[in-house]
C-alpha cells in the first residue's frame, strides 16, 4: 500500500517569508514523489518531482523540494515567497510500474501581501 | 506539441440519468491515460488508469466504468449517476506509468442534482 500525509492543512504567512510545505509517504520500495500547484478553479499544475539522484530538486516557479529518506519527507520549500504562491498544494507518490498516483490531501497555502 | 482535451467543461445532470466525459490526447502515441475525481475542497482520487487500448485497470470505481476505445481517447461514464459523484474530474497522461511528468487536462466540473 502506499500512502501520502500533507499533515498542515492550512498554511498562512506573510510575503517575504520562507515557506515550507510538508509531505510524509509509507511506501515499500523506491517512491517516486512529486508537487502539484493548484489555483482556485483550474487544474492541477506540476512544480516538481524527485525520481533519484541529489536529494535537492529544483522545480518551476522557484520551488525545491528535499527528499529525506531518513525520515520518509519530501518537504517543499520556498524563499521569499509571494502573494501569487497562494493556492492549493498537492504531494504525491508513485512507484516503478504501479500505475497508481496517490495524493495527499493538499495544503492550502495563502501568501499575505 | 502534446495536448489534452477534456469535455465538457462543465455539467449539471440530474440524479439517475447517464454520464459521458470525454478526454484527448494528441502529439503522444501510446500515452499512459488516468482519471481522477476531486471532491469540492479535496484530495484527487484515482479511479481509472490505462497502458494500451482497450485495457483499463480500476483503482476505485465509484460506480463508474471507463474505457479507452481509441489510442488517444478515454471515457468515463455511468447509466446512473448518485449526488456523489458531484466533483471535478481530471484526465491526465504520461509517456509510462512512472518516472514521468503526468498532465493533467483542464477537467470537467459536474453537479449532480
Known amino acids: 500500500a502506499q500512502s501520502v500525509d500533507q499533515p498542515d492543512a492550512h498554511v498562512t504567512l506573510y510575503e517575504g517569508a520562507s515557506l515550507e510545505l510538508r509531505c510524509s509517504y509509507s511506501?515499500?520500495?523506491?517512491?517516486?514523489l512529486f508537487w502539484y500547484v493548484q489555483y482556485p478553479g483550474q487544474s492541477l499544475q506540476f512544480l516538481l518531482k524527485y525520481i533519484t539522484g541529489d536529494a535537492v530538486v529544483k522545480g518551476t516557479k522557484g520551488f525545491e523540494a528535499e527528499f529525506r529518506k531518513s525520515n520518509s519527507s519530501f518537504n517543499l520549500k520556498k524563499s521569499p515567497a509571494h502573494w501569487s504562491d497562494s493556492a492549493k498544494y498537492f504531494c504525491?507518490?508513485?512507484?516503478?510500474?504501479?500505475?497508481?498516483?496517490?495524493f495527499g490531501h493538499g495544503t492550502i497555502l495563502r501568501v499575505h501581501p | 506539441a502534446q495536448t489534452i482535451h477534456q469535455w465538457p467543461v462543465a455539467e449539471i445532470k440530474a440524479v439517475g440519468s447517464p454520464l459521458s466525459l470525454g478526454c484527448t490526447i494528441k502529439?503522444?502515441?501510446?500515452?499512459?491515460l488516468y482519471w481522477y475525481w476531486q471532491a469540492t475542497g479535496g484530495t484527487l482520487q484515482q479511479l481509472f488508469y490505462?497502458?494500451?487500448?482497450?485495457?483499463v485497470e480500476s483503482v476505485v470505481q465509484l460506480n463508474l466504468s471507463a474505457s479507452r476505445p481509441k489510442d488517444d481517447q478515454f471515457i468515463l461514464s455511468t447509466e446512473k449517476l448518485l449526488l456523489s459523484h458531484s466533483g471535478f474530474y481530471l484526465c491526465a497522461w504520461s509517456l509510462d506509468t512512472t518516472n514521468s511528468d503526468y498532465t493533467f487536462g483542464s477537467g470537467t466540473r459536474l453537479l449532480v442534482i
Open positions: 511506501y515499500s520500495a523506491a517512491p517516486y
Open positions: 490505462s497502458i494500451t487500448v482497450g485495457q
Open positions: 504525491a507518490l508513485t512507484g516503478a510500474n504501479t500505475g497508481k498516483l496517490t
Open positions: 502529439g503522444k502515441s501510446s500515452p499512459n
